[in-house]
């Protein structure tokens, strides 16, 4: 992994949330929705989908 990349730099190892789109112009816009959160919203979302945060990462 390069050591620039977000993942490398915030040492992240876990895919824990992910929401698929078809439209990429959807997803950029959900994205730059989710920035604007609070942390507390952010993790409200992931435990309503991933309760025990797995890594989802396997399963894709």
């Known amino acids: 992994m390069h050591p620039n990349t977000f993942s490398a730099r915030y040492n992240l190892d876990k895919l824990v949330y992910f929401e698929e789109v078809e ?5 950029r816009l959900r994205e730059k929705q989710m920035k604007k959160w609070n942390r507390d919203w952010k993790i409200e979302l992931i ?8 890594d989802l990462y396997i399963n894709l």
Do not use: F
């Not at 439209?23 to 997803?27: C, G, R, T």
């Not at 435990?47 to 797995?54: A, I, Q, R």
């Open 23 to 27: 439209i990429k112009e959807n997803a």
């Open 47 to 54: 435990e309503k989908t991933n309760p025990d945060w797995k």
